[in-house]
């Protein structure tokens, strides 16, 4: 397994959407909507996130990982690889990469998540509303 940084291939624009288009509703918290294609490769070259990598695992991308300027975790695999220990797998080594505090934005509807990071030893702070 290894990461690698999403400005690195040519590809990855392409499989942040397949991982986008994969997502239920219930896993978001940020998106709303999908997006445009347009507004998707806007969003990547805006260069939103501190660490941004792609999953590999056998040669083949499974997901994305990426840490926010201010620490937050955001993780996603494609489906079909869900319930293998990759993205665990991958975590150890984003914090062998860049070690320190992490926080971890997960939605109150996301039961998986929250069982994988409860799993991990994160530690539930705060519940977050919005009022739009």
Known sequence: MKLVDVYSTDK???????LLKER???????HKAMPTWEDH????????YA??????????????IYISKQRELGRFLFERFTGKGLMHEAFKIL??????KFIGNVSPLNRPAQKQVE???WKLVQYVY???
């Open 12 to 18: 990855a624009a392409q499989v942040l959407y397949d």
């Open 24 to 30: 239920k509703d219930w896993q978001n918290i940020s």
């Open 41 to 48: 490769v806007r969003f990547i070259e805006s260069r939103p």
């Open 51 to 64: 660490h941004w990598y792609l999953v590999e695992h056998e040669g083949e991308f499974v997901g994305a």
């Open 95 to 100: 914090r062998n990469r860049h070690p320190g």
């Open 119 to 121: 799993k991990e030893g």
């Open 130 to 132: 919005v009022l739009e």
